[in-house]
């Protein structure tokens, strides 16, 4: 890993452009090098990007997903990530574009940053809407925002030309971060990225299907393997650790703020027997493991036996809060519990050298099934793509064997429907229907753990495929309702409001007389959002029972100590 400490010393570089309405304030630096080195350059940015999608995981984004929990709250995204993105991100990718595009031995580093570029435009615009983007970084006190659609088709062209630009016996970075100098691997990146971007706008976009079904007939160029996946690396080195470790590990000793398993997602792992909750998930130490209440009946006799007895995993809810308007009593299934008895997320997750996954093979299989599900390509039948997706991503968690016994089960079988569980409040369950995309879109949300928390919020504000629990106690600031749901886009930052004009501009842009977090995006699927003060819910804990099975035999083989409450006749 010493080449990315030696990447990191010329971060100090650091080409300011701007594109934040305030440029003055962060004017280009007049000592900065003239012509830098584009490697250590290319590769700072590569590792800001996925520094800043560590960051806003652990702070926002891993709450909209509902697989992990960390505080409960749906926050509304932070100020510094689009100065820092526009910045420190795309100011660098622009300078070097300038600086080389002319140089004929840079010809395929320039489609690199290209490819760069559209990926960090495309989280721009997919998390607050309308940015700059064809006027952006010019050093000019107004900076006007482009629409969505608009940037999306862009970045659609923009790659492909990208993609089929780049000669393989041409040029290349070294080092480069991501694919070690494969020029091959970082065609298949831009072509699977170009379905991903397809994928999500098509309904708001139609000529986006042409690009879908172009890039279905090709599938060797997508990725492929994992040996294709598209991963920053990160060390024990200083300055070179994951921003999951600098920010839980390093700086945060506190064991509330440690990320959790959500009850979410507990819901979707316990019915179908998903094998993915002990290698997302820590067991908790059994000194604090939940104790639970439940009914067993014996093999033995026609008696019942309600005991209390521990488990070993134990989903961390949004919110425990009761609305004043249920009328609920005052104990949930989770009284007594403290912050050590949910599951944290596995340790390798916040270790210093956990890579950070931009894209995985998993993900493709499942964007393919979508793609030949629509009718739009595809030289394998969708259920098949479906199946090798979870393969796939059993594989990478070391769970291959267990991949069979897993899709056999009704839910996640083709063409069968599955039961699940009632969340404690009984307001959600993890029902999957017969609907074979709906339990795409569940495989491809599961496999978003742990790294891929926008693409999951993404997902999900496209399809509305889940039905998510509200949070129960948001902060004052955020709603006047006594809940929030997951925010639909991110508010633009305060320095945004400085350029009044393009501010307002953007807001006619994007359709919305305020800047709010309820506005949904063109590429979201339209949804009527619940007002949960009129919900009536009753408190079911069925989603932690019959953890061992169904008997007090069943108990006693698991080698369980269990105490009985009570014991009767069945009825």
Known sequence: MKKIIYILSFMAIGILSSCTKDFEEIN???????????????????????????????????????????????NGGNDSYWQQTYVEVLGNLKQLRELYKNNPGYANRIQIINIWECYVYAM?????????????????????????????????????????????????????????????KWKKFANSFRLRLALTVRSNIPAAQETIKEVMANEAMLISADADNAKVVYSAAEGSESPYFIKLLKNVTNPDQMPKMSDYAMLYFRPYKDPRMQAYFEAVAPANQFVILDTLS????????????????????????????????????????????????QAPVLAAAHPFMLMDYAEVCFMKAE???????????????????????FTFWGLSNAAAAYTAGNGIKWNTEGKGYNNFWSLVNSDIPQNNMAKIWVQRWLNYYPDGAYEAWTLQRRTNNLKLVPHTNPASA?????????????????????????????????????????????FATPYVHRNWSLAQPVFDARFEQKWFGNTIQDLTAAGVSYTIVNKFVKI
């Open 28 to 74: 280009t630096n007049p000592a900065q090098f003239l012509t830098p080195d584009a490697e250590p350059v290319f590769s700072s940015t590569v590792k800001r990007t996925a520094d800043l999608m560590g960051n806003n995981n652990v702070d926002f984004l891993w709450e909209y997903t509902h697989i992990i929990n960390k505080s409960g709250r749906y």
């Open 124 to 184: 721009m615009v997919g998390t607050y809407g309308p940015v700059p983007y064809s006027a952006a970084l010019e050093m000019t006190p107004s900076v006007r925002y482009d629409d969505e659609n608009s940037i999306y088709t862009s970045l659609l062209a923009r790659l492909k030309a990208a993609s089929d630009a780049i000669v393989l016996t041409g040029d290349k970075f070294n080092p480069d971060i991501l694919y070690g100098g494969d020029l091959t």
């Open 298 to 345: 014996s093999t033995a006799d026609d008696t019942l036996r309600v005991v209390n007895y521990k488990i070993p995993y134990m989903g961390n809810a949004k919110s425990t809060f009761n609305i004043p308007t249920w009328n609920l009593p005052g104990l949930s299934p989770f009284n007594g519990a403290n912050v050590n008895s949910y599951s944290n997320v």
């Open 371 to 393: 793609a030949k599900e629509l009718g739009l390509g595809g030289l394998k039948t969708a259920e098949q793509y479906y199946l090798d997706g979870i393969n796939a991503n």
């Open 478 to 522: 955020v709603l006047n309702n006594p809940f929030q749901e997951i925010p639909d886009r991110w508010e633009y930052p305060v320095i945004a409001e400085r350029n009044i004009e393009a501010y307002r501009e953007a807001l006619t842009i994007l359709g919305s007389p305020q800047d709010s977090p309820e506005k949904a995006l063109k």
